[in-house]
C-alpha cells in the first residue's frame, strides 16, 4: 500500500515538474510540453504500471488545459481545435501507457516462465546427481523445497508407505489427503495457505502424492515438477532392483569362488590322509615306527584341513560383514613364522626368507588369528606368482610407531593399471585367470583385516619385483574388561 501511494505522488510530482519547466522556466509551446507529459506518462507505465500512468495522464490533461491552452489560466478551452487536442493528447497517453503496461506484464511473465523452466532443470540434474549417502525421497524433497524457495513440502510414497518431509515449515493434518490423492491421483489446492497437493503418475498409475506450500505456481510448472518426481522414484527403484541383482550375483560368484577355492585347497590334505589310511588299512601289521608316522602324517594333514576349513569360513564372514578384532599382545615374528609354516605344501620347496625384527619392537597389540589369516593370504599371493628358483622375502620392521610387514616376490609384476584393482574383492587379472588358480579374496580379505585394526595394505610392482606392505598401528593399547 505504501509503495502504491509513494508511486502516485511521485507521478504527480513528475507532472508538476514538467509543468514548471515549460511554463515558468522553458516557455515552450502547447505542442512541445504535450510531448514532454507524453513522454513522462510512458516512462510511468514503463517503470510502474497502468494506474499510475493513467493518474499522470489525467493529471497532465488538466495542467495542459490550465497553463498551456488559452485562456490560460482557466479549466475552460476557447478554440474548438483546442478541444481536440487535449481530448486526442489524453487519448493518446491512455492508449500508450496501456500498451507499454502490457508489455510490461508479458515480460514480466516471460522472465517467471523463463525462471520456471530453469527451476525445472536444475530440479531434473539435482535428481541425476542424488547420491546413496541418505534416502533418496528424503534428498528428493530437500532439493525440490531448495530449488523452488518452498516453505513446506511433503512426498508421500505409496509403494513405500513412507512420508517424507522437507523445508522450514510443516503440514498438519494432511497425511490421509495425501494417501487418498496417492491412490486416486486427484490434485487439491487451497489458495488461502497458498497450499497445493497432487498427485504423482506413472503413467496413467498414480505412484505418490505431493504437498507443496510457498508462491503460487502455474499448473504446468505443477506438472512438470510431479513429472520429475515420478521419474527420480521410478530410477531410486530400478537402482535397488539392480543393486540388489548385482549383490545376488557376487554372492553366488562368492558361493563359487570359495567352493572352488575349498576344492582346490582341501586336494592335497586329503590326498596325504587318504595315502597314510590306505598304507595302515594294506598292511596291519608292519613295523611300530611305520605305523606311527603315518599316523603322525594323517593327524599334521587333518590339523591342516581343520585349519584350512576355518580359513575358509572365516573368509567368507570376513567379506560379508564388518570386522571386530579382539585385541591381545602378540609377536609378529611367531605370526609370521606359523603363517609360512602352514603353507609349507603350497611353496612346494620353495624358500620363504623370514628377516625379523627385534622381538620386543614387534610385540604389539593386534587381533593375532586375524592378521595370521591376513600373512596366509600375502604369503600364498606371492608363492603363486614367484618362480620356482626365486625365495619369497618377509621382512618385519618397527619404524617409528607402525610396524610394517613386507612381502617381496620375483615374479613377473603387476601391470599399473591394476595395482589398485587387484585389492577389490573377486577381482583376478585376465591374463592369469586361466593360468593361476585362486578366488580373487585373498587380498581383499587381507586389506580388510588391515583397515580393521587402523592400518593398510599397499603394493608396489615392477618386472622382477612386487612387494606388498602391511601396515599396523605399534602403538595400540589392549584394553582388559
Do not use: C
Not at 547420491?131 to 508421500?156: H, M, T, W
Not at 560368484?253 to 586329503?270: G, I, N, Q, V
Not at 622375502?393 to 584393482?421: C, F, S, W, Y
Not at 619385483?465 to 584394553?479: G, I, M
Request: charge should be negative; charged fraction near 20%; proline fraction near 4%.
Amino acid at each position: 500500500m505504501f509503495r502504491r501511494v509513494f508511486r502516485l505522488l511521485a507521478s504527480l510530482a513528475g507532472v508538476a515538474f514538467v509543468t514548471f519547466a515549460g511554463y515558468a522556466v522553458l516557455h515552450v509551446n502547447a505542442t512541445t510540453v504535450g510531448f514532454g507529459y507524453l513522454l513522462l506518462v510512458l516512462l510511468i507505465a514503463g517503470f510502474w504500471g497502468f494506474f499510475e500512468a493513467l493518474i499522470a495522464s489525467v493529471a497532465a490533461t488538466l495542467t495542459f488545459n490550465f497553463y498551456f491552452l488559452p485562456p490560460v489560466g482557466r479549466f475552460t478551452i476557447a478554440d474548438p481545435q483546442n478541444w481536440v487536442a487535449m481530448f486526442t493528447f489524453l487519448t493518446t497517453s491512455v492508449i500508450a501507457s496501456r500498451l507499454s503496461a502490457e508489455v510490461k506484464r508479458r515480460a514480466h511473465d516471460a522472465l517467471e516462465r523463463q525462471q520456471d523452466l530453469e527451476r525445472l532443470y536444475t530440479f531434473s540434474r539435482a535428481i541425476l546427481l542424488i547420491d546413496n549417502s541418505e534416502p533418496f525421497p528424503s534428498q528428493l524433497v530437500r532439493k525440490l523445497a531448495d530449488i523452488f524457495e518452498l516453505e513446506a513440502v511433503v512426498l508421500y510414497d505409496r509403494r513405500a508407505e513412507e512420508f517424507y518431509r522437507a523445508g522450514p515449515a510443516d503440514f498438519e493434518g494432511l497425511d490421509d489427503q495425501l494417501r487418498d490423492t496417492a491412490l486416486l491421483g486427484t490434485a487439491h489446492s487451497d489458495s488461502g495457505r497458498h497450499r497445493v497437493v497432487i498427485g504423482v503418475r506413472l503413467g496413467s498409475e498414480p505412484i505418490a502424492a505431493l504437498a507443496l506450500q510457498g508462491a503460487p505456481m502455474p499448473d504446468s510448472v505443477l506438472q512438470g515438477i510431479g513429472n520429475l518426481v515420478a521419474i527420480g522414484l521410478e530410477r531410486a527403484r530400478s537402482q535397488n532392483l539392480t543393486a540388489q541383482i548385482e549383490a545376488a550375483r557376487q554372492s553366488e560368484k562368492l558361493r563359487t569362488a570359495l567352493l572352488d577355492a575349498m576344492a582346490h585347497e582341501f586336494k592335497t590334505p586329503l590326498t596325504s590322509v587318504m595315502a597314510a589310511t590306505t598304507s595302515l588299512l594294506a598292511d596291519p601289521e608292519q613295523p611300530a615306527a611305520s605305523r606311527n608316522e603315518l599316523i603322525k602324517i594323517a593327524d599334521e594333514e587333518t590339523k591342516h584341513l581343520k585349519d584350512l576349513i576355518d580359513d575358509a569360513v572365516e573368509m567368507g564372514r570376513l567379506d560379508s560383514t564388518s570386522i571386530e578384532v579382539q585385541l591381545e599382545p602378540s609377536d609378529v615374528n611367531e605370526i609370521v613364522r606359523e603363517a609360512a609354516a602352514s603353507l609349507h605344501a603350497e611353496a612346494h620347496d620353495r624358500k620363504i626368507e623370514i628377516i625379523s625384527g627385534n622381538s620386543n619392537g614387534t610385540r604389539v597389540a593386534m587381533d593375532r588369528r586375524l592378521v595370521k589369516l591376513a600373512m596366509k593370504q600375502l604369503l600364498d599371493n606371492a608363492l603363486k606368482y614367484s618362480p620356482a628358483d626365486q625365495p619369497v622375502t618377509v621382512k618385519v620392521q618397527n619404524d617409528e610407531g607402525t610396524l610394517a610387514i613386507t612381502v617381496t616376490d620375483h615374479g613377473k609384476g603387476i601391470p599399473q593399471q591394476e595395482q589398485m584393482r587387484i585389492f577389490e574383492r573377486l577381482y583376478r587379472s585376465p591374463s592369469i585367470k586361466a593360468q593361476v588358480p585362486g578366488s580373487g579374496l585373498g587380498l581383499s580379505i587381507a586389506l580388510n583385516i588391515a583397515r580393521a585394526h587402523g592400518g593398510d595394505l599397499t603394493v608396489s610392482s615392477q618386472p622382477g619385483d612386487t612387494t606388498f606392505r602391511l601396515l599396523l598401528p605399534a602403538s595400540r593399547k589392549v584394553v582388559h574388561a
